[in-house]
């Protein structure tokens, strides 16, 4: 006899589980974290698991609809910005379902608990709440140890979301905090960061795209025809030269855990693409040491 299934366990058990196992995908990609876009990703993938209360269906449909479940609940809860990070972060993702539920497996063959039911997929365990949140989060915590003792985990610190206003717009990005961008503006020595021309085309008054997409030949630090741009000099492994730059009327610095308002930045513009999808801008870290929100 089929144990019976309760709707408010099941829909209670996945919000719980989704949320810690999207929370492990964005900590080992280091994808920048909205809170409420990871519960709205836990809140989905619980809504999903309704399914369970269904008839059964073939198995090549059933991974079908899985997969694109699964890719759902991904978009829903990270800022996705290209194929290849969608890529990324489904794979993850489902790696750290894999691993989950081999934990519980395990935890299920030795503790044996009744009441488990697998059905289109989808797993309804009847289990009290406290063993589930002992459970869950020692399954997190021995994730993240394992990837951190075999060096898989990325340096979640190092991704952040950039907010840039100008002329009263506000574009956002994926930005990297570069520790070998040691660029400044060369009067002013303010920080500066580089982002991609396209990125910022949406704020920028017609003139100053035009000034930004084809820059004149100019000495370093000299000031362009069209007011407000300057020259930064910048040295790489593939040569050197000069980007223009420009100084926001805002911007923001959110890495997750903290936020920050540089006062002194320029915005220099790059017209190549910066980080192949995952990223579009780079970050003087000197920009972090301003003012915290």
């Not at 910022?200 to 084809?214: D, G, H, N, T, V």
Request: hydrophobic letters at 50%; a positive charge.
């Amino acid at each position: 006899m089929q144990p019976a299934i309760y709707v408010d366990v099941l829909l209670a058990v996945n919000i719980f589980i989704n949320y810690f196992l999207l929370l492990a995908t964005a900590k080992f990609l280091g994808i920048p974290k909205k809170q409420w876009r990871l519960a709205a990703g836990a809140v989905l993938g619980a809504i999903y698991a309704l399914q369970i209360l269904l008839p059964s269906i073939p198995v090549f449909l059933n991974m079908l609809v899985k997969l694109v479940l699964s890719a759902t609940i991904v978009l829903a809860a990270f800022p996705i910005k290209s194929w290849k990070m969608f890529g990324k972060s489904m794979g993850c993702f489902y790696t750290m379902n894999f691993s989950f539920a081999g934990f519980m497996l395990a935890i299920w063959y030795f503790v044996g608990p009744p009441g488990l039911v697998i059905k289109n997929s989808v797993v309804y365990l009847s289990i009290s709440p406290i063993l589930l949140i002992v459970t869950t989060v020692a399954c997190y915590m021995i994730l993240r140890l394992i990837f951190r003792l075999t060096g898989k985990q990325e340096n979640r610190s190092t991704l952040c979301t950039l907010n840039i206003t100008y002329a009263s717009k506000t574009v956002s990005c994926t930005a990297r905090i570069d520790t070998g961008n040691s660029l400044v503006e060369p009067f002013s020595h303010d920080p500066v960061a580089v982002v991609e021309y396209e990125v910022l085309k949406p704020i920028l008054p017609i003139e100053m795209q035009e000034a930004l997409r084809s820059p004149v030949s100019m000495g370093v630090g000299t000031i362009s025809p069209v007011a407000g741009i300057r020259m930064v000099p910048f040295h790489s492994i593939s040569g050197e030269g000069v980007l223009p730059a420009f100084r926001p009327e805002s911007c923001i610095v959110d890495c997750g855990k903290q936020k920050v308002r540089p006062n002194q930045i320029y915005i220099a513009v790059c017209n190549q693409k910066i980080g192949a999808g995952e990223f579009s801008a780079l970050l003087n870290p000197a920009l972090l040491a301003q003012e915290v929100l």
